[in-house]
């Protein structure tokens, strides 16, 4: 069977095709025909060397979506012709964080860019039926942060307003859930062509950040000064002072990601005086997966993808989420 590997540490040049044996299912696991896969910013970092996973090849990224082909001895949860997706910590099935083994997807074990891999049953998840592959593989990770962010953890209500940052995967899927709920939304982005899609995806207001530096400012005065009730937060260190101010009193802010980088320094003063409620958020587990795909059945969403890729293209794939022109999910065809 054909895999990529890449070195966690050579970049995007270091993607390579390779050939490697078909693995057979023990007990407890299943055989997946992979048919799609989707990238997250994440696999970015990791092909650059960050996010401190060992050096070494391995099989990237941790969406997918694909066919049950054959289980190993006592498995039920699964069975052949099922459409399953792998969840991204293999580990973490429900509860709290923490208590799960280092078992993410494409970085702390190989992922899903093969044509066959081998995984424990229970680190699968079946996903609505109204999915085409690619939409189902652009669940896993960028779906349930925004999940575990506005719901699990947010209790999102119908009424309230929540702050998307960009049109990277984890802020679209933010966005609809967000909408699905019956809140508010309010949507940033560097682009106007952009913020026109996002308008028509839901949001109400729309905020470029590149022309509104203080966009954190402006999305309080679109809330009439109260300020937002939730704010998605992937920025890091050089977003937050305009998430702050953008926040209400008592809301909150779910820290997700760190598209400006690792280091930096912010002011944390504001934290307490408006005492905010400062979430950390890292995806989530099965529970949650399981959850979140109850929803999206019920409400027939469909995730945006962007684009999809062929399997001998996952290399311009990679560069294509690198460029940032991408709005949604970048997906590959496997
Ligand atoms: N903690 C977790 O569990 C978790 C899970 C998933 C992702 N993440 C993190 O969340 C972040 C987003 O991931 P993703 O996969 O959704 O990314 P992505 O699909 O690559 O999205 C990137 C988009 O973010 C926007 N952006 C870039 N710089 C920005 C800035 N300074 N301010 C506002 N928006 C900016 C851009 O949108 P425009 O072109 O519209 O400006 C860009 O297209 C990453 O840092 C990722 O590592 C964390």
Redesign the pocket.
């Known amino acids: 069977m054909q895999v990529y590997e890449i070195g966690q540490r050579g970049g995007i040049d270091g993607l390579k095709l390779t050939e490697r044996p078909t693995p057979k299912p023990g007990p407890g696991q299943v055989l997946l025909r992979m048919r799609a896969a989707s990238l997250?910013?994440?696999d970015l970092?990791i092909a650059n060397g960050g996010l401190g996973y060992a050096a070494g090849s391995r099989i990237p990224l941790s969406d997918g979506a694909g066919d049950v082909v054959e289980v190993g001895a006592g498995v039920t949860r699964v069975r052949a012709g099922d459409r399953v997706a792998p969840i991204f910590t293999q580990s973490w099935l429900g509860g709290e964080i923490g208590r799960h083994l280092p078992t993410a997807l494409g970085g702390d074990i190989d992922g899903v860019l093969a044509q066959y891999v081998v995984l424990d049953a229970d680190g699968l998840v079946h996903y609505p039926g109204h999915l085409a592959y690619e939409e189902a593989a652009a669940l896993p990770?960028?779906a349930v942060?925004a999940w575990s962010a506005l719901i699990t953890l947010g209790q999102l209500r119908a009424g309230e307003t929540v702050l998307v940052?960009?049109?990277?995967?984890?802020?679209i899927f933010a966005l609809q859930f967000a909408r699905m709920t019956g809140a508010r939304v309010i949507a940033?982005?560097?682009?106007d062509a952009?913020l026109a899609r996002l308008g028509g995806l839901g949001a109400a207001e729309l905020i470029n950040?590149r022309t509104t530096p203080e966009w954190g400012k402006r999305a309080a005065e679109l809330t009439g000064g109260r300020g937002v009730d939730h704010v998605v937060e992937?920025?890091g260190a050089?977003?937050l002072a305009n998430s702050l101010a953008a926040v209400r009193p008592g809301g909150r802010i779910s820290l997700?990601?760190?598209?400006?980088g690792f280091g930096g320094e912010f002011n944390p003063i504001p934290i307490l005086l408006k005492s905010i409620c400062f979430q950390g958020?890292?995806?989530g587990s099965r529970d949650m997966f399981e959850a979140m795909n109850s929803a999206i059945e019920t409400a027939q969403l469909r995730p945006v993808i962007d684009r999809t890729f062929d399997f001998a293209e996952a290399p311009a794939a990679y560069r294509y989420?690198e460029s940032?022109v991408?709005f949604g999910k970048v997906c590959i065809r496997i």
């Open positions: 997250n910013y994440r970092i990770c960028a942060t940052m960009g049109t990277g995967g984890v802020s940033t982005s560097s682009s952009k950040y992937v920025g050089g977003t997700i990601g760190l598209l400006t958020i890292r995806v989420l940032g991408h």
